[in-house]
């Protein structure tokens, strides 16, 4: 092959590349989800979310989700929270994945909440052991870290399709934090979140809408 054939080869397969990035962040920008505010509760607001391990609803990928309950009930596919400047919320998360584990114990840690404390099942604690972890709700911007205690393997009645139910196997979390001043803070599962990529941070899952989003205090 000629040395023009080759460098037009190249700049073949390079304009090829720049147009599947710019589909790529074109999608990406027209897909963000819509903004959920979290209904209000004593002192602040209450966040209700709940983590599947397969959105199961085609054409859309069949990914690990998260998903918000709105003031009526209805779960909504989104993972950007509105929530108010210097008050409290109240969160809630219904764990339906399975456990993963951690490489790294120091994420097993709860930080950023009140009291430095959030309840699985009711039970008070300050850190999961690091192999019952499943996801970790992370906001770095606030200093909040939560790990969140996944389904055993073996469970029955597992969840396979979005919202799920109370009647199939999940864990409950509960923990509240204190917002500051008004921003839009990024919000992440951070590891182990889709441990099979590099680094256990979600892949192509670790977009919003699916493993990652915004809190935006109001």
Known sequence: MSQSWKIAGIAGAATV???LVLLYVTYFLASTPSTQAAPAAPGGARLTLQTVAAFGHAP??????????DGHGTWHQTTVFQVTAHSLVHATIYQYDTATGLRNPFWSQVRGTVGGLMAVNGKPLHALPPDDASHTFAVPDLGISVPLKGVADNAKNQCSIAPCTLAEAHNTITFTFRTGSRGTFRWQCFVPCAASFIFGNGGPMQTIGWMDGQLKVV
């Open 17 to 19: 590349a720049v147009v």
């Open 60 to 69: 859309h990928p069949d990914w690990v989700s998260y998903l918000e309950q």
